[in-house]
């Protein structure tokens, strides 16, 4: 069989490929073939949407054109033979004319880092394309499957709200109560709340869009024929008709069938499987056909998700209500099931055959008893999914000949109920931890049980039913009794050992509970029948609430800021919401970020070799295998490096590991050869032998062998004896806060050029580092710093994950180009990146505090402990400011606390947003929480009568001046209408058992400069053309943090020009030498200060030709300034004055200033499952005088969702070994679109100028971030409130919430009669799933 052509358009123009590899992915072949980098790739897993891009085509069945989104990085080029893609390019250019889309995501601030954005913008472009005027719902819905890691989500809502039917702005004609014109009254000045003109927006004009290639559509009546496409390893056979099919796989019963690629392509990229013959069934009628039965609707088994969900739609709008109870519990696992992109390719017969323990739709479909049609040559058969039809992990009856051919979904009969249920850690686009399927069928008239099904995902290796349990229930009422039959029997049935994959035992066996006692009480709901009937159960009305489902509520947000003096001038752009620059090109693909950049002709891929185990002697290294791979060139190792193999910050790292390895994932050597497909491959054929040590993976484990790098730190204040004398109350606890990965979207990327002379090299990086990377790479080589060029453009994202660890990936491959001569790229996977980059450091504290009866601290004694990793990095500044912030915002008159960095088997931590801050404040408001439960008083009036007052010390004995915290605690009480709130809070928990509400106010106040004090500073360099054109550069990185926006700002102030004038192209160490990072929110204070200093003395030189020519222009006393030969060119440079502490003598100051925020959540906790609901966040930040309000909000939104995720929702697993379980967005959850509060409303504070700061702004990259601990606080609160109606309960009792509070952790935390059937215990020796590190 020879090689067909591939045949599809991108973006309207015809593409044939005579060479399809089956291998390669869209992504792959429009970055690299087509040269299109506006798709990017975040994650390769179908996780985070940056692929995203649509496919149309002719859909047979439904006889027209379909438009979908797809993720790129799962589709593989041979699914597409007569497709048209459009990617973002596609849709319009900063060169021509952006698309609305990309107009209004730029115009409203949806794009920080923008690396998300293309994504974000083809979601929403296939949705417009389908549904020109969507509802709000249909918005959020389409961006199920896309994430984004800066902005928080709500610009991006609010910008596309203006497409929405029902989303358009009221103009505050109507009795909206959260109308952004109402927030303007009361308020002596001008307070804006818009950062953006929806009147200023392009329409949307669906006419004007690209049409379907007229090419393809008259293909559309053409035959289809069997296509063959083979690649270096795969062959992909395309079948056009079911017998062709079922002959292909009687002669190739090892062929692997492929639909959607959402398993198989996953599998062929993180789990390396090779399936070298591939049949694509998806072009065959039978397989996609949709037939209405009597007994039910029969789905072919290539059917997309998307269209069972779309059928099942109509079908539950058209049927009587009793006839759909299948169908509809099929429609509420498909919604919180992946996201468009995922379920418009992946197929409901994928789903079946894939069989894993946890699919949703797995467990609804043995409840309800679906038949199964299979076939193979010669034979048919149907099957009922029930407990037979998986017989072990990830099998099914099928014979290795059979196909799936169709799904049988039945109607429900009179009497028969039937629910599904799942709880995930995060509602959009998560697989579940348990997912049910429920079904009652009733004798006729009555309310005896006739059948009973219970199935569940997530409790063995494979969908189970609940068999002894429901077949005892036959023939019984469905009351109270049967209720606590069936609990009893299932926990007794559903064992799960305590160290079952998955882990979460206690959690997973109480929602098998939980789920029973919410479906008892729907099928009761259901009933209605009320009192009369003895046989059936009451329903307590302050249970009905458990079973509602999930209801999104519309998003109500608000921001606002003070607008500038009327006097201001038109052009000076300070203080105003000036897009972010880059935005538009960000929109439109057009921003380059480091992959971005042309391959050059001769380049090589690398890829890193790092340890899988986490302490051990490295035996031998054999690279026979990898050297057969085509395309090898060589392979790496410490033997290579020129200069010094020692490296990192305090010189504890090398390059690459020599004799012994510290832990999973650290780098032993890497490959480098002609393709990152080759790479991948040679690193597989690299093996390693170990022996291996005892290793040291948790605090604890630390803790107990004396395991620490350095000695303790410390800060004591006042006399602790005393202190804890005098105090009414003691109390003491221990709080564990878990650690954070950055995932950043743009993972860690560098691209090094060899110049061939003197040693120079270039390096492209995604870097906040440039001056440790430069001299990282110099020193490795053995050069002087000054061959080597660091250059970065701009970062898709950073966080503090690209301070120092960018370094561990630049600095190998700046080798690998050192020793083939060639450039050498090499982005990591981002499973790759998870593992070997580190994050955040986990904390463990143990406090003790002393406290009066009125709630007044009198001591304080908090031992900190962090987990560093197997370096030291930068842990002891991170742990040195986790006890600046011991005290939060609370003054407190003896004070201890201590600090230890447990050096562990575990990758290096490392700096993440907030810098230890976040933690040390979290440990303060645990125990303040804790104080006022004790003391039976309100949290806010304790949190109050703490709180310090201007002029106050602190416990490191700096002044606080400007204290601008009480204004804003007062501002946040009365914008959240806290005390109205509570009551309504509390009503609502009398009214309600199983859910609860919860409601904190919390503080911050967040000390401004990097604690090593000589990294406070800065310089610029300002270049004026003869043009009048500036060019603008100075020492920090851009990554989304809008600085580069804020420094054309400052500067355009500061030579009164437009901001057009000005132009910043990146930053490099050759521009600006010896640079900070990026990094501790400083780099708008000191470089702001450096590009003023470099503009004032520009203007200096020009005062003479101004004074000569009052009324001429700029370029006009440019061009005369440089006819009198006079520098145009000018550096800036500014350091921070009056810093330095010492913890010896705990004096001197270690901070500028501080930065103060204050924030108030409301959510709502389901008791049963541990799922919550944001419901409401108002915060109040004093960002001094704004450099550029819509950056700034930008920040404070995007620091608090990202604290959401630490505090709520992120969770990195460890096994006992060291090994990280969570390796992409498929394990480790960030914040999604719906995970945002409802209503979420923003104030800056208005006239509180900062005098220490460029133009009386204040820094606010990291500030925000703690105040979600707002809600970490709200969920505590509605914890309590739900252990408060227990009888034995008395509500000064105490309990343990570590971070994050997960469903699992809430789930736990309200015990009840559930919780208490399902204690499992640890068993001595049992080595459980995860650790807590
Ligand atoms: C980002 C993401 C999110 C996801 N979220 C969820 C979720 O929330 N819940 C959930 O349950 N799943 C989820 N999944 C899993 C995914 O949706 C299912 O695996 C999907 O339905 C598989 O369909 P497919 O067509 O893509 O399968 P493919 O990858 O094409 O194939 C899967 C398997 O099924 C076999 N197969 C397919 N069709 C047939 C047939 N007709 N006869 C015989 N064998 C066949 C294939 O040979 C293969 O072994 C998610 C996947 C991703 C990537
Ligand atoms: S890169 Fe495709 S979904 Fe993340
Ligand atoms: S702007 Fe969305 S990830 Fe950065």
New binding site residues.
């Given amino acids: 069989m020879t090689a067909d052509e591939l045949v599809f358009f991108v973006n309207g123009k015809k593409v044939v490929e005579k060479n399809a590899d089956p291998e390669t992915t869209l ?1 792959a072949y429009l970055r690299r073939k087509l040269g299109l980098s506006g798709t ?12 995203t891009v649509m496919l149309s085509k002719y859909d047979h069945l439904q006889k027209k054109i379909v438009h979908f989104s797809v ?4 589709a593989p080029i041979c699914s597409l033979h007569h497709v048209a893609v459009t990617t973002v390019e596609g849709i319009g250019s900063t060169k021509t004319r952006l698309h609305p889309v990309q107009e209004r995501i730029a115009k409203s601030h949806g794009s920080q880092c923008g690396f998300c954005t293309p994504g974000i913008v083809m979601s929403m472009y296939t949705l417009l394309r389908n549904q020109p005027e969507p509802t709000m719902e249909e918005i959020e819905d389409a961006f199920q499957g896309n994430l984004c890691r800066c902005t928080g989500y709500r610009p991006i809502l609010q910008g596309f709200r203006t497409f929405a039917r029902d989303g358009g702005c009221c103009g505050g004609n109507e009795t909206n109560p959260n109308c952004c014109m109402n927030q303007k009254t009361n308020m002596a000045v001008t307070l804006s709340p818009s950062l953006f003109k929806p009147e200023d927006f392009m329409p949307l004009d669906p006419s004007q869009e690209p049409i379907f290639p007229p090419e393809l559509l008259r293909l559309k009546d053409a035959p289809q024929k069997q296509l063959c496409f083979e690649g270096e390893r795969v062959k992909w056979i395309q079948a056009s008709t079911l017998k062709e099919l079922l002959d292909l796989k009687a002669q190739h019963p090892d062929a692997k069938l492929v639909v959607g690629n959402t398993e198989i392509g996953i599998e062929m990229k993180f789990k390396n499987k090779l399936f070298p013959l591939i049949i694509c069934p998806a072009w065959i009628p039978e397989l996609n056909s949709v037939e209405h039965g009597p007994e039910g609707i029969s789905f072919g088994a290539a059917c997309p998700l998307s269209s069972v969900e779309k059928t099942l739609v109509d079908a539950v709008a058209n049927l009587p209500v009793y006839k759909t109870e299948v169908f509809r519990a099929v429609l509420e696992q498909l919604r919180w099931f992946a996201g468009k ?1 995922v379920k418009s390719v992946a197929s409901i017969g994928g789903n079946i055959i894939n069989a894993s323990p946890i699919s949703d739709l797995n467990p609804v479909l043995m409840a309800s008893g679906a038949k199964l049609t299979l076939v193979s040559r010669g034979t048919k058969r149907t099957v009922r999914v029930d407990q037979t039809f998986f017989p072990a992990y990830r099998k099914t009856l099928l014979s290795q000949e059979e196909i799936l051919l169709s799904i049988e979904i039945p109607f429900s009969r009179e009497g028969e109920f039937l629910s599904a249920f799942k709880q995930a850690s995060r509602r959009e686009d998560d697989i579940a931890k348990v997912t049910s399927g429920m079904r009652v069928l009733f004798n006729p008239g009555t309310t005896e049980v006739k059948e009973l099904a219970i199935c569940y995902g997530g409790m063995a290796d494979r969908t189970i039913s609940a068999l002894k349990t429901s077949r005892k229930q036959l023939s019984k009422f469905w009351n109270e009794e049967l209720l606590q039959d069936v609990c009893a029997g299932l926990a007794e049935e559903l064992h799960l050992a305590p160290d079952a994959p998955g882990g979460m035992v206690e959690f997973r066996r109480t929602l098998t509970l939980s789920f029973f006692f919410k479906f008892y009480l729907t099928v009761l709901q259901k009933l209605g029948r009320g009192d009369s009937d003895d046989s059936l159960g009451k329903l307590d009305p302050t249970f009905a609430s458990a079973t509602l489902l999930f209801q999104k509520d519309p998003p109500a947000n608000t921001q606002l800021f003070q607008e500038v003096p009327k006097d201001q001038p038109a052009e000076d752009m300070v203080g105003r919401p000036l897009p972010h620059l880059a935005s538009s090109m960000q929109a439109s693909g057009e921003a380059v970020y480091c992959d971005d950049i042309p391959r050059y002709e001769n380049e090589l891929s690398l890829r890193l070799i790092t340890s899988t185990k986490a302490h051990a002697k490295i035996k031998s290294i054999d690279t026979s295998e990898a050297q057969k791979v085509p395309g090898f060139v060589c392979f790496l190792s410490a033997d290579d490096v020129p200069g010094s193999n020692v490296t990192g910050l305090l010189n504890d790292e090398t390059v690459f590991a020599t004799d012994k390895v510290t832990c999973i994932g650290h780098i032993i050597g890497a490959v480098v050869t002609d393709t990152p497909e080759h790479a991948q491959r040679a690193a597989q054929g690299v093996k390693i032998t170990y022996e291996e040590l005892p290793a040291i993976i948790t605090i604890e484990d630390a803790i107990k062998n004396n395991s620490f790098y350095g000695s303790e730190l410390k800060i004591e204040k006042g006399d602790l004896k005393k202190g804890f004398a005098e105090a009414d109350n003691v109390v003491s606890g221990e709080l564990y806060i878990g650690g954070q990965e950055h995932f950043y979207l743009e993972t860690q990327c560098t691209i090094a050029v060899p110049k061939g002379e003197e040693g120079e090299m270039e390096l492209f990086v995604s870097t906040q580092n440039t001056m440790k990377t430069q001299s990282f790479v110099a020193k490795m080589l053995g050069v002087p710093e000054n061959r080597i060029v660091v250059r970065v453009k701009r970062m898709g994202g950073g966080f503090g994950g690209k301070e120092t660890r960018s370094t561990v990936v630049s600095t190998a491959v700046a080798l690998a180009a050192h020793k083939t001569g060639c450039p050498v790229r090499c982005m990591l996977d981002r499973d790759e990146d998870m593992l070997i980059t580190g994050g955040r450091h986990p904390f463990l504290a143990r406090y003790k505090v002393g406290f009066m009866k009125t709630g007044k601290i009198v001591a304080l004694e908090v031992d900190h402990y962090s987990n560093a990793g197997n370096t030291m990095d930068l842990s002891q500044s991170i742990m040195e400011r986790a006890l600046f912030h011991m005290d939060n915002s609370y003054k407190i008159p003896n004070i201890r606390g201590t600090g230890r960095l447990c050096k562990t088997n575990l990758p290096s931590n490392t700096a993440f947003r907030g810098f230890g801050g976040p933690q040390g404040m979290l440990i303060a408001e645990y125990w303040m929480s804790e104080v006022a439960v004790t003391c039976g008083l309100p949290a806010e009036e304790v949190r109050r009568k703490n709180m310090y007052k201007e002029g106050d010390l602190t416990h490191f004995n700096q002044k606080l001046e400007g204290f601008t915290l009480p204004r804003c605690w007062d501002e946040c009480l009365e914008r959240s209408q806290y005390q109205k709130r509570r009551e309504e809070v509390e009503k609502f928990n009398k009214e309600n058992y199983w859910k609860k509400r919860g409601l904190c106010i919390i503080p911050t106040k967040f000390g401004i400069s990097f604690t090593l004090s000589f990294l406070n500073q800065a310089g610029a360099l300002v270049h004026v053309y003869t043009d009048g054109s500036v060019l603008l550069t100075h020492g920090g990185t851009e990554m989304g943090q809008g600085l580069h926006t804020k420094m054309v700002q400052v500067a355009s102030r500061a030579l009164k020009i437009p901001t057009s004038k000005i132009y910043i192209s990146e930053t490099s160490t050759n521009t600006v030498p010896n640079t900070s990072p990026t990094a501790a929110s400083a780099s708008a204070d000191l470089n702001g200060q450096a590009v003023y200093k470099a503009c004032q003395t520009i203007l200096e030189r020009l005062e003479p030709f101004k004074k000569q020519k009052p009324n001429g222009s700029w370029e006009d006393w440019v061009t005369d300034a440089y006819t009198n030969a006079v520098s145009l060119s000018a550096t800036g440079f500014y350091k921070t004055p009056d810093l330095g502490y010492s913890f010896e003598t705990n004096s001197g100051k270690p901070f500028h200033y501080f930065s103060y925020g204050v924030a108030c959540s409301e959510v709502e906790i389901d008791c049963l499952t541990g799922d919550h609901k944001n419901l409401h966040t108002d915060i109040v930040m004093d960002v001094g005088s704004s450099l550029n309000p819509a950056i700034d909000i930008g920040q404070v939104e995007g620091g608090f969702v990202q604290g959401l995720g630490l505090f709520t929702l992120e969770e990195l697993h460890y096994s006992p070994e060291g090994s990280l379980h969570t390796r992409g ?1 498929s394990t480790y959850k960030i914040p999604s679109f719906g995970s945002i509060p409802v209503e979420f409303r923003v104030t800056l504070l208005r006239d509180a100028p900062n005098k220490k700061a460029i133009y009386a702004s204040k820094a606010v990259g990291e500030p925000p971030l703690f105040l979600a601990a707002s809600i970490f606080f709200a969920i505590k609160d509605a914890i309590h409130a739900a252990r408060a109606q227990r009888a034995d309960y008395t509500t000064k009792q105490l309990f343990q919430l570590d971070s994050p509070a997960t469903p699992e952790k809430i789930r736990n935390a309200c015990v009840d009669e559930f919780t208490s059937l399902c204690i499992t215990g640890v068993q001595e020796n049992c080595k459980p799933w995860s650790l807590r590190v």
């Avoid at 993720?71 to 799962?74: E, K, R, T, V």
């Fill in positions: 992504l990017k790739l975040g994650c390769g897993e179908g996780g985070c949407g940056a692929c993720n790129a990085c799962l992109q967005p």
